[in-house]
């Protein structure tokens, strides 16, 4: 059963994201897969007592629902704001490389792969939203070819963007994601949050983040905005 595809909310923009089926704070995802054991070492995300109630009442709709877990995926490309699948699915056909949680006595399967962007994250739920998941990581870098990322130059960019530029675009729940510049004097970044989809986006990155990053790195002269802005779903300006 396809519970919904879901788009992260930013901490700093009250934004939810709301489900087309149906499920805030306090029961982690424990590092021990067994069903007992909740071991706060390998906390993945935390599970609020609202969403687990409503999981276990949407589940317990399905045939053998006691073999049922809830996969939690991200489904979103690098560089694009957090989009969510959630999923029940038959807990032992979990893959071998799948994180499998319990929760009082209901089981989480978290790919591999998207541990580290869920770590920290809490899954909640209220009726006007739905499901919400707030998510306080940023999503991984876009790699483009020919771009550069490990240099001195992105070092000075990304200490600006997570210094400065973020916490202004923070005011309307937007941040950028440095993913590297073309040795011809051009940074290349994409924006997430409220920004992503903004009226105002392009104004921000031309006069804003341009200003702030071309006055202290001599190297770039420019900034380009690789965001698909007509796939943004919770723009702060429309």
């Keep these: 059963m396809l519970l919904s595809s879901l788009r992260g909310v930013s901490e700093t923009k009250t934004s939810p994201f709301t489900t087309s089926g149906d499920t805030p704070k306090t029961s982690p995802l424990a590092g021990d897969p067994s069903p007992t054991a909740e071991s706060p070492r390998d906390t993945i995300i ?3 007592a609202a969403a687990l109630t409503k999981l276990k009442e949407l ?12 996969r939690l995926s991200i489904i979103s490309k690098p560089g694009e704001d957090f989009r969510y699948d959630l999923v029940f699915e038959e807990f032992l056909k979990s893959a071998f490389t799948d994180e499998v ?4 006595g209901f089981k989480f ?12 994250a809490e899954l909640d739920y209220n009726e006007q939203a739905g499901l919400v998941l707030r998510n306080p990581n940023r999503p991984k870098a876009p790699v483009i070819d020919g771009l550069v990322r490990d240099d001195e130059t992105s070092a000075q960019v990304e200490a ?57 790195v001599k190297a770039i002269t420019r900034v380009r905005d690789l965001t698909d ?3 943004g779903a919770n723009p702060y300006y429309s």
């Design 101 to 104: 949680r319990t929760v009082d």
């Design 59 to 70: 589940r317990d709709t399905e045939p053998d629902a006691k073999k049922l877990g809830l």
């Design 160 to 216: 600006i963007v997570s210094t400065e530029v973020n916490p202004m675009l923070a005011a309307h729940g937007g941040f950028v994601t440095y993913a590297g510049h073309d040795n011809e004097g051009t940074a290349y970044f994409t924006m997430g949050g409220g920004c992503h989809g903004c009226s105002m986006s392009k104004q921000t990155m031309l006069e804003g983040v341009q200003t702030m990053i071309t006055e202290q």
């Design 46 to 48: 935390t599970v609020t």
């Design 229 to 231: 802005h007509a796939t």
């Design 109 to 120: 399967i978290i790919p591999q792969v998207d541990v580290d962007s869920l770590r920290g």
